[in-house]
């Protein structure tokens, strides 16, 4: 949470408030400080071409200090975002995981000439969370896989329609 908490100390925002602040308000924000900032860049490569390399450090320093503080605010802006909206958070995890699941059902497929009996036999071979694998539980959503005589199945639904997720997938393999 240390993202979230640099604006919320330095400015005394509220996650909340993170949230809940229009977009138009950080791009009014943004552009001025990311043009100062390369022209403080720009000028400070410039001057090391000079004499008065104190200067030069002194802008470049500035320039991407500059840089730096933006994308801080604005990444703790999107990550008060995502935290305020678990719906929204756990629907991307799906719509991410669902295609490595897939990849994984391929390769193992690729591998043993047929698909598993069960997710959790890709525990060995993957990445992914065990836990999901075993239970078919992860982030607000449960997956279920079957397979078929000509593949597989693949679904994910949320746990509590509209409050863990409002999207369900339903995949069929091969593709």
Same mark, same amino acid.
Do not use: C
């Given at each position: ?6 604006? =919320?100390?330095?400015?005394?925002? %509220? ?6 602040t ?36 002194a ?5 991407y200090? =500059? ?52 997710? %959790? ?49 339903? =995949?069929?393999?091969?593709?």
């Amino acid at each position: 949470m240390l993202p979230v908490s640099i604006p =919320v100390i330095l400015f005394g925002f %509220s996650r909340q408030q993170l949230a809940s602040t229009p977009d138009w308000v950080y791009g009014s924000i943004l552009v001025p400080a990311l043009a100062a900032a390369v022209a403080a860049v720009i000028l400070g490569h410039l001057s090391l071409r000079g004499v008065s390399r104190g200067f030069a450090m002194a802008g470049l320093t500035m320039g991407y200090g =500059v840089l730096l503080i933006p994308a801080m605010f604005f990444a703790a802006a999107f990550a008060g975002r995502l935290a305020n909206r678990p719906v929204y958070t756990n629907e991307m995890l799906a719509t991410g995981l669902v295609p490595i699941l897939q990849t994984s059902l391929e390769e193992y497929r690729r591998d043993h000439g047929q698909y598993p009996d069960s997710l %959790s036999e890709l525990v060995e071979r993957t990445a992914i969370s065990p836990d999901l694998l075993r239970t078919g539980h992860n982030n607000g959503y449960f997956y279920r896989y079957t397979r078929t005589p000509s593949g597989y199945r693949l679904q994910a639904d949320p746990e509590v329609k509209g409050t863990t997720g409002r999207h369900s997938f339903d =995949v069929s393999g091969p593709p």
